[in-house]
């Protein structure tokens, strides 16, 4: 990640690295939809690759024998503790890596849908961020140039 990385406005992360199990994508073609968040590259024009990880089968068990994600990342889980990410409360995701936990102030609100529905944003399960997700504060009535409370930049 760049120390000029800026964070994104729909999933609040400030990684520009794909997780290593990230599909193959083209980030330099337009138009294309990105099949896990559904992201178009457009909006993503600041990602990379990560390089390849080997997996090491021998120390893996088969309950863990697939792609590393994100959250196994010594980097990423390093860049969660690291006071503008605590500040941020950041979490780690094993698709996107280092994110806030805290949904924007204009996600629609998803509390009280099953489980089994998919988010209208990010199409990931309600389910899989059930408890670790949370409301964004209020910021109806703030004045122009207030400073977001999450992220710490101007509204």
């Given amino acids: 990640m760049a120390a ?7 999933v609040g992360t400030t990684n520009s690295v794909l997780p290593p199990n990230h599909p193959s994508i083209d980030l330099n073609q337009p138009g294309q939809t990105c099949p896990v968040v559904g992201a178009k590259t457009e909006h993503h024009h600041n990602l990379h690759q ?11 068990d088969t309950a863990t ?21 605590q500040a941020m409360d950041d979490d780690v995701c094993p698709v996107i890596g280092p994110a806030t936990t805290v949904l924007p102030p204009d996600h629609p ?16 399960k309600v389910g899989h961020h059930k408890g670790k997700v949370h409301g964004h504060p209020s910021v109806q009535g703030a004045a122009e140039g207030a400073v977001c409370p999450v992220a710490g930049v101007k509204i």
């Fill in 50 to 60: 990560h390089p390849p990880v080997p997996i090491d089968h021998a120390t893996q």
């Fill in 65 to 85: 024998l697939h792609a590393p994600s994100a959250a196994a990342c010594p980097v990423v889980n390093n860049m969660v503790k690291e006071p503008k990410s």
């Fill in 109 to 124: 609100d998803m509390s009280g849908k099953a489980e089994g529905e998919v988010c209208p944003v990010t199409k990931a």
């Fill in 4 to 10: 000029n990385a800026t964070q994104c406005p729909v």
